[in-house]
């Protein structure tokens, strides 16, 4: 008998470049209020898309203010680069977030891509091959300390001999997301995690890179649907297309041309188009739709998407 298609979840990744903790705060808030299942910050500390000097708080740190001041939407990090800090360390993070937030955290991780602090603060960036062993190594050490258990690890990289970690998660399997997308990741989703996060691409090729997880996961021998797929995305979203052109023009002088953030938009239009744009995805097993906002935030998308979009692809998980 086949498993059930997992209910679908609506998410914000707010990311944490904002000048005051109360901007993000009321992001934060808002999408609660909305009926967003998640929102997410990530682990950089001086990403290039703000510039050598923009703002940028600490991932960890404001993940566990934001969630000890909501109710009920669950917080991510995504996602954590596997070089920035010990796997012990970011597992007692996780865990010690869990608890503040009454079991509702979910942690990424990944190989870890451009950012300034490298150059600005001197922090070492291993080459990739490397970076994937530890992440390979990292996922394997939060499973085991996430136990509760005394647990042991010898790797190329990390060692832990006869580790605790206590006050364990609150929640049984803390949920573990993976970001990224070639194949040796895919084989570490496919061997650790809960959920598989990468930005959004194309519906063709996107059906290769399930096809290949699909294939890792049978290699592990692990069942694909114990694994949510996850995507992120932006959308400029109007009620009136007449408002379209006015909106871009803002983007646009906000963005240069050049900007990495022009391809990670689906859709510049309708909520109804973005319905459209949307549902080749959640035919190809896509659970997780993560909206990605940036400062300043457009709160009209993100107000429409939860208004016009949610409704109308929801349905699209029940049982006929």
């Not at 600490?58 to 993940?63: A, D, F, I, K, R």
């Not at 950012?115 to 050490?141: K, N, S, V, W």
């Not at 570490?188 to 294939?215: C, E, F, I, K, M």
Request: aromatic content about 8%.
């Amino acid at each position: 008998m086949p498993s059930p298609e997992p209910a679908l979840r609506f998410g914000v990744h707010s990311g944490q470049q904002y000048e005051r903790y109360d901007e993000i705060l009321a992001l934060w808030r808002r999408a609660e209020e909305l009926g967003y299942d998640w929102c997410s910050v990530f682990d950089h500390l001086r990403p290039p898309m703000g510039g050598p000097d923009g703002p940028c708080f600490e991932g960890t740190t404001l993940l566990s203010a934001l969630t000890a001041r909501t109710d009920r939407i669950r917080g991510a990090l995504m996602v954590a680069p596997v070089a920035w800090r010990h796997p012990a360390m970011l597992a007692a993070l996780a865990a010690t977030v869990d608890h503040v937030s009454a079991g509702r955290v979910e942690i990424g991780i990944g190989v870890g891509g451009a950012d300034l602090a490298h150059e600005q603060y001197g922090f070492d960036l291993p080459g990739r091959a490397e970076r994937l062993d530890m992440l390979e190594e990292t996922a394997a050490i939060l499973r085991g300390l996430w136990s509760g258990e005394r647990f042991s690890f010898t790797g190329e990289h990390f060692r832990i001999t006869g580790g605790y970690l206590r006050p364990a998660p609150v929640q049984p399997r803390l949920p573990l997301v993976v970001g990224g997308a070639s194949t040796p990741v895919l084989r570490v989703v496919a061997r650790h995690g809960d959920v598989w996060n990468s930005l959004l691409t194309d519906p063709d090729r996107y059906r290769r890179r399930v096809a290949q997880l699909d294939r890792e996961c049978e290699r592990a021998g692990r069942d694909r649907a114990e694994i949510r797929l996850s995507m992120t995305f932006r959308a400029l979203l109007v009620d009136d297309p007449a408002e379209l052109p006015g909106k871009l023009d803002r983007l646009r002088a906000t963005f240069p041309p050049d900007s990495p953030v022009w391809p990670e938009y689906l859709v510049f239009g309708t909520p109804e188009q973005c319905v459209e744009a949307l549902l080749p995805y959640r035919a190809l097993g896509v659970s997780d739709f993560v909206l990605g906002v940036r400062p300043p935030v457009d709160r009209d998308s993100v107000t429409l998407f939860a208004e016009r979009v949610i409704p109308r692809l929801r349905p699209a998980s029940a049982p006929a």
